[in-house]
């Protein structure tokens, strides 16, 4: 009879004797546990090194969600940084978008996560930052559009966040399957401006907080595993709001995509990386938002139109591009809002905002105290 062929042996560069137990995602290499892990590491430094991403002494704040990326982030960066001794201060920072059931339970492991590596957490939530939580803003306007406000909100806390803790650097987990995504979905849109940014491994550059992906070339299937190889725990629920996202389609067809052609998630990611757009397009400058001081290519940010819209009962106000949107960007670039009670073009008017005023007030004070 046949006998059985057991597992491969590791195929690791060191010479390691053990039987492969992984197949790598992203080259498939068959490795045991240990040099999977050493491997996935070592992939991450050598991103981290060849594009400079961090300056000595740099405190480096993790957009930690509690999910699987954010959480290898964190382990990753702390084991590098100790191992090759980078000096970065390292912190979390964590943003409650109000989402019961989801955030705060997500929460819970980012607070294990505190205890377990040794890195301070600041938590900063929607409700404090804007007034409004994703439960109420769901409440008001349904779940077709809520990933835009949480998406704007989101971006705008984490910089508000890392502005707070001193960071001057911020990292996120977006790995090569967003990547390709994003690509995809740029691409579908023909939004070139965003096709051409959207691979860079560090954005923001021109604003005061620079952002760097370093699981940019790392597959979500490895980044799973090496979560399981090292035991993290991890918060695996996806978003209540997100199932109708355009996003998944995108991931959908990546996935397929994948399985047919391993290669084509670094293929798309390279594609994006090849664009650049023409010297004589005119890109967007930045300036202030007149309202909050955060950056913005028009004269009022768009966390600040949202809020303006949610508080006004106007919900496609920075949504969509409505002949009312427009008025109130003009309107910003004209007059001074903070005296105009609801935003709409007649201070004062009495329309539906008139019942919010109060609401309003508190949003712009605390907006006000979280200018940094
Ligand atoms: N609430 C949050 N607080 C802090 N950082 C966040 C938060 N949500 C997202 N991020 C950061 O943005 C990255 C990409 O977020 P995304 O919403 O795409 O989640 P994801 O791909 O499921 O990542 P994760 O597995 O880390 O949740 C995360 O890896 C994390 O670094």
């Given at each position: ?150 998406g704007v909100?989101?971006r ?23 990547m390709a995504e994003t690509v995809l979905m740029n691409v579908l849109r023909g939004d070139i401006a965003r096709l051409e940014r959207c691979t860079n491994i560090v954005t923001g550059e021109e604003g005061?907080?620079p952002r760097?992906k ?36 995108a ?17 798309l990611i390279r594609s994006g990386e090849k664009v650049s757009v023409k010297k004589e397009v005119e890109m967007p400058t930045l300036k202030i938002c ?5 950056m913005t290519s028009q004269k009022m940010c768009k966390?600040?139109l ?12 920075g949504?969509r591009k409505?002949?009312?949107s427009k008025?109130?960007t003009v309107?910003?670039e ?39």
């Open positions: 009879m046949e006998k059985r062929r057991g597992p491969p042996p590791c195929q690791s560069k060191e010479g390691c004797s053990n039987p492969a137990k992984i197949r790598k995602a992203k080259d498939g290499a068959q490795l045991c546990g240990p040099c999977f892990s050493r491997n996935f590491e070592d992939d991450v430094h050598e991103t981290i090194t060849n594009n400079s991403l961090f300056k000595r002494g740099e405190r480096v704040a993790i957009g930690a969600s509690g999910g699987k990326d954010s959480t290898v982030l964190a382990y990753v960066m702390k084991t590098l940084n100790d191992r090759h001794d980078y000096g970065l201060d390292l912190q979390l920072l964590s943003i409650d978008e109000g989402i019961k059931g989801y955030r705060d339970d997500s929460l819970l492991a980012v607070e294990k996560n505190r205890v377990e590596y040794g890195l301070p957490l600041t938590i900063l939530s929607y409700r404090d930052l804007y007034g409004w939580t994703m439960d109420d803003i769901v409440a008001k306007i349904g779940k077709k559009n809520n990933c835009t406000f949480c909100f989101r705008q806390a984490l910089d508000r966040g890392a502005f707070k803790i001193g960071a001057t650097k911020l990292v996120t987990g977006h790995n090569a399957d967003d005061d907080l760097a370093p699981l940019k070339y790392c597959f979500e299937r490895d980044i799973v595993m090496y979560a399981r190889t090292n035991q993290l725990e991890y918060f695996y629920t996806e978003c209540i709001y997100a199932p109708n996202a355009y996003r998944g389609y991931r959908k067809y990546v996935r397929d995509l994948e399985k047919v052609h391993p290669s084509a998630i670094l293929d007149e309202r909050c001081g955060y966390a600040c949202l809020i303006e819209g949610l508080n006004t009962g106007n919900t496609d106000l949504v409505t002949k009312k008025k109130v309107e910003a004209g007059s001074n809002k903070e005296e105009n009670g609801c935003g709409s073009s007649k201070g004062g008017c009495g329309c539906s905002a008139a019942a919010d005023e109060t609401e309003n007030e508190e949003t712009r004070k605390r907006l006000k105290d979280l200018q940094f």
